[in-house]
């Protein structure tokens, strides 16, 4: 895939924010990038799997802000979900499970770290609203680029 996060910072700096230094990549595909949908939850991950698992993804970067609450809201069955529906990539501000499985997926997953337990009761999440990570703000329609350097984002398409 032609592009590589370094060259954007340089090339358009101007123009793209970076996300912070903490993201470790849990997918099968370690570079990736695509338009921005974003998914804001409690603790439960009910709302995400759900939308994952009913929503086209091509082309689709899906950016999950949990506000860092030690609970899981991917693992290989979410992985599923969206490689069926040909999601490019997930971003989690939080935690994820099954990580021996989860790079078993053709597609992205980066999360800050891993935890075992996952959030059972059921609770709702937002789709579709303004993010906050990292103390960048992040838009549904922007555009999000990853590779083993870091993750950029853009209001516009770059590449
Ligand atoms: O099932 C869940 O809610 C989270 C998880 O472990 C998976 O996606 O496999
Ligand atoms: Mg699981």
């Known amino acids: 895939m032609g592009f590589f996060t370094a060259d954007l910072c340089d090339e358009f ?3 793209v924010q970076i996300l912070g230094p903490d993201f470790k990549s849990y997918g099968g595909n370690k570079k990736f990038k695509g338009e921005v949908i ?4 409690e603790k439960n991950n009910k709302d995400l799997a759900t939308f994952l698992k009913n929503n086209d993804g091509t082309g689709k970067v899906v950016v999950v802000d949990v506000n860092m609450r030690y609970f899981a809201v991917v693992g290989d069955n ?4 969206a490689a069926d529906n040909k999601y490019e990539g997930i971003i ?5 499970r099954d990580t021996i ?3 078993d997926f053709e597609l992205g997953l980066v999360a800050k ?3 075992p337990r996952k959030y059972i009761p059921v609770q ?3 789709i579709g609203v303004p993010l906050v990570i990292d103390d960048v703000e992040i838009y549904p329609g922007d555009y999000i680029y990853v590779d ?4 950029v984002i853009c209001k516009e398409k770059l590449v």
Not at 38 to 41: A, D, G, M
Not at 78 to 81: I, Y
């Open 13 to 15: 700096s101007e123009k």
């Open 148 to 151: 083993v350097d870091g993750i």
């Open 92 to 96: 989690v501000n939080g935690y994820v």
């Open 38 to 41: 974003t998914v804001k939850l």
């Open 113 to 115: 770290g891993t935890c």
């Open 78 to 81: 979410l992985m599923k979900f």
């Open 124 to 126: 709702d999440g937002q």
């Open 101 to 103: 499985n989860t790079k």
